[in-house]
């Protein structure tokens, strides 16, 4: 319902984020991140060309699909609520 109604408009995190993480991942690295939106994150980070998988868990459907959408072949979006996730990863 609050991303229906605020939109969350925002693609690309924050840059300092971005640079941090990037200067510190390799492509064989996963990135996991609960609470993703739309993956802003995983945006930010191909934009810096990093090529690693990539798992969004978010509760909207709506934002996973939108996510997805957007997203390439390395990424999964799974919707559950953080508290409930149960990883179909190892």
Sequence with gaps: MKYKLLGFLQWVAPHD???HLASRLSDKTCV????????????????????GFYCGVGISTQAMNDGHKSADQRSSWIVSGIESFRSPFK
Excluded: D, K
Excluded at 33 to 48: A, K, M, P, T, Y
């Design 17 to 19: 984020t971005i640079q």
């Design 32 to 51: 996991f991140e609960l609470g993703c939106r739309r993956g802003s994150l995983l945006h930010g980070l191909r934009e810096v060309s990093w090529m």
